[in-house]
């Protein structure tokens, strides 16, 4: 069936640097992408969102680039820091249809 | 209420017992949806509620699991007979009804079954 998949599971990277976080989706038909960040013991907290119609997106220190022709989603996270550590979802809906996830990629900032 | 709200934060019952969770979505929200986390893992769709359609439940793993939500606003997921199986995180979202767009989630309730 369709699926959200992660490339890599765990990321560790230092204060200071650049971090990618990518994401595989089989599903052309979405129209609506998401990132969550979820800290330990709290709920997914929405970080960036992407509509189909776009390919890239910035917000504060968090750029979302989409590429339809291979399904790949990436978050890069830039300066990253220690309140960035967390667990990082992609995951994507077609017309507010219930949101399908990934299951995550755990980055560790070290200092 | 400012955020979306779900209570108890945890709840740890005997295997064998029903138990009731409850969301509260943002206000005005009309599309409802809840989801279960297992340790480690991503989060797996239950029930999805928008305005006074029926729901989807396609998600939900068993009869066991039930869900309402009353007024179109609070909702009640309820699990049955709890097994140890059905340990995790679960977790409510809302969103406007217009529109793609504005999923914000609650912390969730951590069921634990002994």
């Known amino acids: 069936g369709e699926s959200v998949g992660l490339h890599l599971p765990t990321l560790s990277v230092q204060e200071g640097d650049n971090s990618i976080i990518n994401c595989a989706y089989s599903?052309?038909?979405?129209?609506?992408f998401i990132w969550y960040k979820q800290e330990s013991g709290k709920g997914p907290q929405f970080i960036i969102d992407?509509?189909?119609?776009?390919d890239k997106r910035q917000g504060q220190r968090v750029t979302v680039l989409l590429n339809k022709t291979v399904k790949h989603l990436s978050l890069q996270i830039a300066a990253t820091q220690p309140g960035d550590s967390a667990v990082y979802f992609c995951?994507?809906?077609?017309?507010?249809?219930?949101?399908?996830f990934g299951k995550g990629t755990s980055l560790l900032v070290t200092p | 209420g400012a955020g979306v709200s779900q209570s108890p934060s945890n709840k740890v019952t005997e295997k064998g017992k029903d138990v009731e969770l409850r969301c509260d979505p943002i206000?005005?929200?009309?599309?409802l949806y809840w989801y279960r986390q297992s340790l480690g893992q991503g989060l797996e769709f239950l029930i999805y509620?928008?305005?006074?359609?029926?729901?989807?439940k396609s998600g939900l793993p068993s009869d066991r699991f039930s869900a309402e939500r009353t007024g179109g606003s609070v909702s009640t997921l309820t699990i049955q007979r709890t097994q140890q199986e059905d340990s995790a995180v679960y977790l409510c979202?809302?969103?406007?009804?217009?529109?793609?767009?504005?999923?914000?989630f609650g912390s969730g309730t951590r069921l634990t079954v002994v």
């Open positions: 599903n052309s038909a979405s129209d609506y």
């Open positions: 992407i509509r189909s119609n776009m």
């Open positions: 995951a994507e809906s077609l017309r507010g249809y219930a949101l399908n």
């Open positions: 979202a809302s969103r406007p009804g217009q529109g793609n767009y504005g999923y914000t």
């Open positions: 509620f928008q305005g006074n359609s029926a729901p989807d």
């Open positions: 206000s005005g929200h009309t599309a």
